[in-house]
Protein backbone atom coordinates (compact mmCIF):
# COMPACT_ATOMS: atom_id res chain seq x y z
CA UNK A 1 0.00 0.00 0.00
CA UNK A 2 1.00 3.48 -0.93
CA UNK A 3 2.51 5.39 1.84
CA UNK A 4 0.40 8.14 3.02
CA UNK A 5 -2.57 6.32 1.59
CA UNK A 6 -5.35 4.95 4.28
CA UNK A 7 -7.61 2.66 3.62
CA UNK A 8 -11.37 1.51 5.42
CA UNK A 9 -13.04 -1.46 4.12
CA UNK A 10 -16.53 -2.33 4.97
CA UNK A 11 -17.40 -5.88 4.03
CA UNK A 12 -20.70 -7.36 4.29
CA UNK A 13 -21.55 -10.80 2.52
CA UNK A 14 -24.92 -11.88 1.69
CA UNK A 15 -25.93 -15.56 0.70
CA UNK A 16 -27.70 -15.59 -2.93
CA UNK A 17 -28.93 -18.71 -4.55
CA UNK A 18 -27.75 -19.51 -7.71
CA UNK A 19 -28.58 -22.25 -10.06
CA UNK A 20 -25.93 -23.72 -12.68
CA UNK A 21 -21.89 -24.42 -12.94
CA UNK A 22 -21.08 -27.52 -11.37
CA UNK A 23 -23.55 -28.56 -9.23
CA UNK A 24 -23.71 -25.43 -6.72
CA UNK A 25 -26.62 -24.62 -5.38
CA UNK A 26 -25.33 -21.38 -3.57
CA UNK A 27 -22.51 -18.84 -3.28
CA UNK A 28 -22.26 -16.25 -1.08
CA UNK A 29 -21.26 -12.32 -2.82
CA UNK A 30 -20.12 -9.20 -1.20
CA UNK A 31 -21.12 -5.67 -0.83
CA UNK A 32 -17.94 -3.78 -0.26
CA UNK A 33 -17.75 -0.04 0.39
CA UNK A 34 -14.27 0.89 0.66
CA UNK A 35 -13.28 4.64 1.41
CA UNK A 36 -9.29 6.03 0.79
CA UNK A 37 -7.47 9.24 0.94
CA UNK A 38 -4.58 9.30 -2.20
CA UNK A 39 -1.44 10.29 -1.47
CA UNK A 40 -1.78 12.63 -3.72
CA UNK A 41 -4.82 14.84 -2.49
CA UNK A 42 -6.78 15.49 0.76
CA UNK A 43 -10.16 14.07 -0.56
CA UNK A 44 -11.95 11.07 0.45
CA UNK A 45 -12.90 8.70 -2.25
CA UNK A 46 -15.51 6.19 -1.41
CA UNK A 47 -16.83 3.10 -4.40
CA UNK A 48 -19.70 0.63 -3.31
CA UNK A 49 -19.98 -2.21 -5.37
CA UNK A 50 -21.42 -5.74 -5.50
CA UNK A 51 -18.18 -8.11 -6.01
CA UNK A 52 -16.97 -10.87 -4.71
CA UNK A 53 -17.27 -14.31 -4.80
CA UNK A 54 -17.04 -17.25 -2.20
CA UNK A 55 -17.98 -20.69 -1.58
CA UNK A 56 -21.16 -22.05 0.88
CA UNK A 57 -18.47 -22.09 3.78
CA UNK A 58 -17.38 -18.85 3.79
CA UNK A 59 -18.35 -16.84 6.55
CA UNK A 60 -21.28 -14.41 6.22
CA UNK A 61 -21.00 -11.22 8.37
CA UNK A 62 -19.77 -8.20 8.33
CA UNK A 63 -16.44 -6.44 9.26
CA UNK A 64 -14.81 -3.49 9.16
CA UNK A 65 -11.31 -1.86 9.45
CA UNK A 66 -8.20 -0.59 8.48
CA UNK A 67 -6.63 -2.65 5.09
CA UNK A 68 -3.25 -3.97 5.53
CA UNK A 69 -1.28 -5.70 2.57
CA UNK A 70 0.70 -8.61 3.25
CA UNK A 71 4.43 -9.42 2.78
CA UNK A 72 5.09 -11.28 0.37
CA UNK A 73 1.93 -10.00 -1.44
CA UNK A 74 0.58 -13.43 -2.09
CA UNK A 75 1.17 -15.02 1.69
CA UNK A 76 1.96 -18.08 0.45
CA UNK A 77 5.27 -17.88 2.81
CA UNK A 78 5.27 -19.32 6.50
CA UNK A 79 6.69 -16.27 7.63
CA UNK A 80 4.19 -13.96 6.05
CA UNK A 81 3.84 -10.67 7.70
CA UNK A 82 1.65 -7.77 7.56
CA UNK A 83 2.78 -4.32 8.26
CA UNK A 84 0.36 -2.62 10.70
CA UNK A 85 0.46 -0.66 13.85
CA UNK A 86 0.54 -2.54 17.00
CA UNK A 87 -3.37 -2.46 18.08
CA UNK A 88 -6.13 -4.25 18.96
CA UNK A 89 -8.50 -2.19 16.51
CA UNK A 90 -10.04 -4.61 14.10
CA UNK A 91 -7.96 -5.15 10.33
CA UNK A 92 -8.37 -7.09 7.27
CA UNK A 93 -5.74 -8.41 5.35
CA UNK A 94 -5.25 -7.61 1.89
CA UNK A 95 -3.81 -10.53 -0.22
CA UNK A 96 -2.77 -11.35 -3.87
CA UNK A 97 -3.83 -14.34 -5.63
CA UNK A 98 -1.57 -16.56 -6.85
CA UNK A 99 2.00 -17.34 -5.49
CA UNK A 100 1.52 -21.08 -5.44
CA UNK A 101 -0.83 -21.90 -2.69
CA UNK A 102 -4.41 -22.38 -1.73
CA UNK A 103 -7.17 -19.53 -0.77
CA UNK A 104 -7.17 -21.58 2.73
CA UNK A 105 -3.47 -21.27 3.48
CA UNK A 106 -3.54 -17.52 2.63
CA UNK A 107 -6.91 -16.75 4.76
CA UNK A 108 -4.68 -19.24 7.31
CA UNK A 109 -1.65 -16.57 6.89
CA UNK A 110 -4.02 -13.93 7.96
CA UNK A 111 -5.94 -15.49 10.63
CA UNK A 112 -2.78 -16.38 12.23
CA UNK A 113 -1.68 -12.51 11.86
CA UNK A 114 -4.70 -11.51 13.77
CA UNK A 115 -7.12 -9.92 11.03
CA UNK A 116 -10.80 -10.30 11.59
CA UNK A 117 -11.34 -11.01 7.64
CA UNK A 118 -9.39 -11.44 4.42
CA UNK A 119 -9.62 -9.91 0.76
CA UNK A 120 -8.03 -11.84 -1.92
CA UNK A 121 -7.48 -9.70 -4.79
CA UNK A 122 -6.62 -10.17 -8.56
CA UNK A 123 -3.91 -8.02 -9.88
CA UNK A 124 -4.44 -6.04 -12.94
CA UNK A 125 -7.69 -7.58 -13.77
CA UNK A 126 -11.41 -6.26 -14.36
CA UNK A 127 -12.32 -9.28 -13.11
CA UNK A 128 -13.02 -7.95 -9.26
Known amino acids: MAP ?3 WCLLVCCVQVCCSGAAGV ?3 NTAYINVSFIPPDSNRTLWRREEMGLYGIESPTYTVSGAVYLSDPVHACAN ?8 SSAP ?10 CTFTHKINAAARAGASAAVIYNDGSDNR
Open 4 to 6: GCR
Open 25 to 27: SAF
Open 79 to 86: DTQFERPA
Open 91 to 100: WIALVQRGGG
